[in-house]
T-cell receptor, first 115, second 117 residues
Framework: NAGVTQTPKFQVLKTGQSMTLQCAQDMNHNSMYWYRQDPGMGLRLIYYSASEGTTDKGEVPNGYNVSRLNKREFSLRLESAAPSQTSVYFC??????????????FGEGSRLTVL | AQKVTQAQTEISVVEKEDVTLDCVYETRDTTYYLFWYKQPPSGELVFLIRRNSFDEQNEISGRYSWNFQKSTSSFNFTITASQVVDSAVYFCALTLEGYSSASKIIFGSGTRLSIRP
């Protein structure tokens, strides 16, 4: 019963380096999300995806790109990391159908430090 | 603007006290969902409740209860007879209906609850 799996769990980058956070869910959910969590800021939505092949910007998309590779996987890419992107990143998935919105299921989080 | 406000940044109470966490939201939508999540010190996010905008019934689950009032755009969470294990950060969240079939789901900034023995 894996649920939502994120990799890596920890990463240290230097300013300007690139990296991709991977996320996969095994619950056959159609919607997937990437959030970042900073102290005192709560969870802020970076990007989300309604279905395979579609992505939309959230509240703080600048500096990030995403790819919904298939129904299971939703990756988040930092092309040129900046110290302001030091954060804990959470991937989540949900079942959304018509007027029904299910709860979010979260991964364990990925702690990223940019030096 | 559509947003979720959790004005209480931190709350500290003594064990067995009742405590209420406030959540006020703003939305233009007539159909929306509200959620509460718990984040214990271990860091995972635990789902507590989902409420549809058409269902204004209050809900009780053990020591937890939720008061949803559309008239004041509030969805408050009360813990009765608090316990040390309730110490966590609690988040309120709101769906924003978009033109696609997915909803954006946005969170408040959270309330850190500390229960002292």
């Amino acid at each position: 019963n894996a649920g939502v799996t994120q990799t890596p769990k920890f990463q240290v980058l230097k300013t300007g380096q690139s990296m991709t956070l991977q996320c996969a869910q095994d619950m056959n959910h159609n919607s997937m999300y990437w959030y970042r969590q900073d102290p005192g800021m709560g969870l802020r939505l970076i990007y989300y995806s309604a279905s395979e092949g579609t992505t939309d910007k959230g509240e703080v998309p600048n500096g990030y790109n995403v790819s919904r590779l298939n129904k299971r996987e939703f990756s988040l890419r930092l092309e040129s990391a900046a110290p302001s992107q030091t954060s804990v990143y959470f991937c989540a998935s949900s079942e959304i159908s018509g007027s029904y919105t299910g709860e979010l299921f979260f991964g364990e989080g990925s702690r990223l430090t940019v030096l | 603007a559509q947003k979720v406000t959790q004005a209480q940044t931190e709350i500290s109470v003594v064990e067995k006290e009742d405590v209420t966490l406030d959540c006020v939201y703003e939305t233009r939508d007539t159909t929306y969902y509200l959620f509460w999540y718990k984040q214990p010190p271990s860091g995972e996010l635990v789902f507590l409740i989902r409420r549809n905008s058409f269902d204004e019934q209050n809900e009780i689950s053990g020591r937890y209860s939720w008061n949803f009032q559309k008239s004041t755009s509030s969805f408050n969470f009360t813990i009765t007879a608090s316990q040390v294990v309730d110490s966590a950060v609690y988040f309120c969240a709101l769906t924003l209906e978009g033109y696609s079939s997915a909803s954006k789901i946005i969170f408040g900034s959270g309330t850190r609850l500390s229960i002292r023995p």
